[in-house]
Antibody
Framework: EVQLVQSGAEVKEPGATVKISCQVS????????IHWLQQAPGKGLEWMGL????????IYAEKFHDRVTITADTSTHTAYMELSSLRSEDMAVYYC??????????????WGQGTLVTVSS | QSALTQEVSVSGTVGQKVTLSCTGN????????VAWYQQISHGAPKTVMF??YLPSGIPNRFSGSKSGTTASLTISGLQPEDEADYYC???????????FGGGTKLTVL
């Protein structure tokens, strides 16, 4: 069974950095892409970026590229998404998702449960 | 402004067939397969279709198609549990990014 288990909800002050984890089981990990997505309250899904855990190569969306860092630890099958300089607009649920590299980058096969990040002073 | 365009809302009665559309351009839908995600009551999204392929566990009343720069998700024999938000997505080579539609709220009357 494929499982993506994300870390728990976070409350951060404006300007702070948040780091969310996503532990994968039941999937290869090194032969997959791990994606991160943002969903603000009442809004749609927005792609933030992806990582190839096999070689650490990343692709970031233009909107987030100067504030997001996605990493992966192949020894623990865990991916991380770090978002810096948090502002009120970053208050959202963040999802990780996984797809076999053989399927390409266009979609997300399995999803994590989501992590709520609240930004408040 | 989403890169892909979806209807804001669609409704249907139990047993009816409904079709959701997703329109893009040659940089995205015209060049790549499309995926569809179901999100019920703001829970985690679930993949219900990718490249017109039905993932295991998804009822075969769901089907997908694509023509040019428009993709469609059809639900034949609508069920109450199909009420959800549906998002389409694909890759865009000019943006080097995964792109999404704004989502369609499907109401089962």
């Amino acid at each position: 069974e494929v499982q993506l288990v994300q870390s728990g909800a976070e409350v951060k002050e404006p300007g702070a950095t948040v780091k969310i984890s996503c532990q994968v089981s039941g999937f290869s990990f090194v032969d997959d892409y791990i994606h991160w997505l943002q969903q603000a309250p009442g809004k749609g899904l927005e792609w933030m970026g992806l990582i190839d855990p096999g070689d650490g190569e990343t692709i970031y969306a233009e909107k987030f590229h100067d504030r997001v860092t996605i990493t992966a630890d192949t020894s623990t099958h865990t991916a991380y998404m770090e978002l810096s300089s948090l502002r009120s607009e970053d208050m959202a649920v963040y999802y990780c998702a996984i797809t076999p590299q053989s399927s390409g980058t266009y979609f997300n096969r399995y999803w994590g449960q989501g992590t709520l990040v609240t930004v408040s002073s | 402004q989403s890169a892909l365009t979806q209807e804001v809302s669609v409704s249907g009665t139990v047993g009816q067939k409904v079709t959701l559309s997703c329109t893009g351009n040659s940089h995205n839908i015209g060049s790549y397969a499309v995926a569809w995600y179901q999100q019920i009551s703001h829970g985690a999204p679930k993949t219900v279709m990718f490249a017109n392929y039905l993932p295991s566990g998804i009822p075969n009343r769901f089907s997908g198609s694509k023509s040019g720069t428009t993709a469609s998700l059809t639900i034949s024999g609508l069920q109450p549990e199909d009420e959800a938000d549906y998002y389409c997505s694909t890759w865009d080579f000019s943006l080097t990014a995964q792109v999404f539609g704004g989502g369609t709220k499907l109401t089962v009357l």
